[in-house]
């Protein structure tokens, strides 16, 4: 597999939703879930997961949620979820029994909105590096929140689980165009000068 170096996926990658026939293979789509996986979680609990969509009836689905086409054209959309048990089974797994009972402490006395939203931060994160990753090996990608978020988790076998929320849905693929830069304004870098 070729990849590019991370100035040039971040220089690349764009908003793309047009793909091209080529299905990527198993081997690709596994290693940009790997990298994008990669990224930090707070405590490093890992409060989000990645579901990989490639099935027509799942993306018709999430077409149906959002009505956004690419979702249907794209040969995989990924959705990054966020969780927010308090603590995930495998906690001990990752973290050893002493630390899962401070973390556990910390997080039992969190409000149900601050542990969504901490669910939702990781899920994002883990959503920013699965863009570069996919831009690196080739992919283009659509990142995407516009849709009903109920409707998405129904579409990933998650109906009605007030433990998962979406934090973003990237349709991805092969590009079949080239946009331009969009453009971004100088003014979003508040420090002094260099
Ligand atoms: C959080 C977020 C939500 C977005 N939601 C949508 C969406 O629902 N549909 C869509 O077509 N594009 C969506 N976009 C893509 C943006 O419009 C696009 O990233 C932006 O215009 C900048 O262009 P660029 O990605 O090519 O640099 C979203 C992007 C982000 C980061």
Same mark, same amino acid.
């Given at each position: 597999?070729?990849?590019?170096?991370?100035?040039?996926?971040?220089?690349?990658?764009?908003?793309?939703?047009?793909?091209?026939?080529?299905?990527?293979?198993?081997?690709?789509?596994?290693?940009?879930?790997?990298?994008?996986?990669?990224?930090?979680?707070?405590?490093?609990?890992?409060?989000?997961?990645?579901?990989?969509?490639?099935?027509?009836?799942?993306?018709?689905?999430?077409?149906?949620?959002?009505?956004?086409?690419?979702?249907?054209?794209?040969?995989?959309?990924?959705?990054?979820?966020?969780?927010?048990?308090?603590?995930?089974?495998?906690?001990?797994?990752?973290?050893?029994?002493?630390?899962?009972?401070?973390?556990?402490?910390?997080?039992?006395?969190?409000?149900?909105?601050?542990?969504? +939203?901490?669910?939702? &931060?990781? /899920?994002?994160? *883990? =959503? @920013?590096?699965?863009?570069?990753?996919?831009?690196? $090996?080739?992919? %283009?990608?659509?990142?995407?929140?516009?849709?009903? +978020?109920?409707?998405? &988790?129904? /579409?990933?076998? *998650? =109906? @009605?689980?007030?433990?998962?929320?979406?934090?973003? $849905?990237?349709? %991805?693929?092969?590009?079949?165009?080239?946009?331009?830069?969009?453009?971004?304004?100088?003014?979003?870098?508040? =420090?002094?000068?260099?």
């Amino acid at each position: 597999m070729n990849f590019l170096n991370v100035q040039e996926a971040i220089d690349q990658r764009r908003a793309v939703r047009s793909y091209t026939a080529e299905v990527p293979s198993n081997e690709v789509i596994a290693e940009v879930a790997r990298l994008a996986l990669e990224a930090p979680s707070a405590f490093n609990i890992q409060m989000r997961d990645l579901v990989v969509v490639r099935d027509t009836e799942q993306k018709q689905k999430l077409f149906d949620a959002s009505g956004q086409q690419q979702f249907l054209d794209a040969p995989v959309v990924f959705v990054c979820v966020g969780r927010s048990e308090v603590m995930p089974d495998d906690a001990e797994d990752i973290l050893g029994a002493e630390r899962v009972a401070g973390i556990g402490g910390i997080r039992s006395r969190m409000s149900e909105s601050a542990l969504r +939203e901490a669910g939702l &931060k990781d /899920a994002l994160l *883990l =959503a @920013g590096f699965l863009l570069v990753a996919a831009q690196s $090996v080739g992919l %283009a990608t659509s990142p995407t929140t516009g849709w009903d +978020e109920e409707k998405v &988790k129904a /579409a990933i076998g *998650l =109906a @009605g689980r007030s433990d998962r929320s979406i934090g973003l $849905v990237v349709a %991805a693929g092969y590009p079949n165009e080239a946009p331009t830069h969009p453009g971004r304004a100088a003014n979003r870098l508040v =420090a002094e000068s260099f």
